[in-house]
């Protein structure tokens, strides 16, 4: 007789405590950032993007933040020397222990394979996971629009955009009613560079984590929250894997 209360399945591993670690891919624009923040919560799991830990250090003017502004005005890529480091440093963070959205890394298969070295000594509620990748995709001309649109706000880090997810008080935060920003990347020149970056650079792991068995992709050009309800049933497809 079993105890009906006790499960053996792996879902209860992630369901219950650790959903280890999760990788958003997708271009610029894709809605890796607004697909993170609602996981995040989700799991009460941190979201780990690269691109907002550079702008902070950019804003603070710290060594780190002045090697990269140079590199993120011209959509290039910030290189492994500055990066791996900065991220081993906030994976190792106590909050990271049941598992992070990774929001823009890894971003090249040289970060990607030092996150399979990474992950090899960390483990998850206790448990040893490998990630679940979810490549959210969308067509060049939808991710123009995306990028031009977009405004965030500045206190609490809500993405909206003004074609697509407007404000309801023009130009301002639904929540704390702060003035929204426009990102200084999401220039029409330099959103031409980060694609070309992406393409370049990023595109080559979709090959990468399909070879390893561990890639899922999504349409990511539906509503918000349609692409939300898939990466969650991913997530949990993933748990049970
Ligand atoms: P980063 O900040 O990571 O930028 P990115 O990858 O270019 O991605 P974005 O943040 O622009 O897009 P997103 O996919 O998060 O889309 P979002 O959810 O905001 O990196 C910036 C720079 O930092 C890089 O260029 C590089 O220089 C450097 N960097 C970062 N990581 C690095 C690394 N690992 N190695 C080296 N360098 C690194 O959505 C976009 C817009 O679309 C929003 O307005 C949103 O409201 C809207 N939207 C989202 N979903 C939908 C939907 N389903 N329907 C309609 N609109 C939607």
Redesign the pocket.
């Known amino acids: 007789m079993t105890d009906s209360s006790v499960s053996t399945k792996t879902t209860t591993v992630r369901e219950l405590g650790a959903p280890g670690p999760i990788i ?1 891919l ?11 923040m609602t996981i995040a919560a989700r799991y009460g799991i941190p979201q780990v ?4 830990i ?2 902070i250090n950019v804003a603070r003017g710290t060594e780190l933040g002045k090697k ?1 502004d140079p ?2 005005k011209q ?6 020397d500055l ?1 791996l480091p900065m ?1 081993q440093e906030r994976l190792k963070q106590p909050d990271c222990r049941r598992g992070y959205i990774l ?6 298969v040289g ?1 990607a394979q030092w996150l399979e070295k990474f992950l090899e000594t960390a483990t998850f509620g206790g448990v040893r996971m490998g990630p679940v990748v979810i490549s ?1 995709e ?1 067509s060049y001309n ?1 991710l123009l629009q ?2 031009t ?4 706000c500045p206190v609490d880090g809500k ?3 003004v ?3 407007p404000p309801q008080n023009n130009e301002h935060c639904d929540i704390c009613g702060s003035q929204l920003v426009q ?1 200084k ?2 220039k029409e020149e330099v959103i031409s560079e ?1 694609l070309k ?2 393409e370049r650079m990023t595109l080559p792991l979709v090959d990468y984590y399909g070879k390893q068995g561990r890639l899922r992709r999504l349409n ?5 929250d ?2 939300t309800a898939e990466t969650l049933a991913i997530v949990e497809g993933a748990a049970a894997a």
Do not use: H
Request: hydrophobic letters at 30%; glycine letters at 16%; proline letters at 5%.
């Open positions: 958003l997708g271009a610029p624009g894709a809605g890796k950032g607004t697909q993170a993007s690269t691109g907002d550079l702008r990269a590199i993120m959509g290039g890529l910030v290189s492994d990066m991220v929001d823009g890394f890894p971003r090249t970060q959210i969308v939808q995306r990028l649109g977009r405004r965030s993405i909206y955009n074609y697509f997810q990102r990347d999401d980060r970056s992406y990511g050009e539906r509503p918000v349609e692409v």
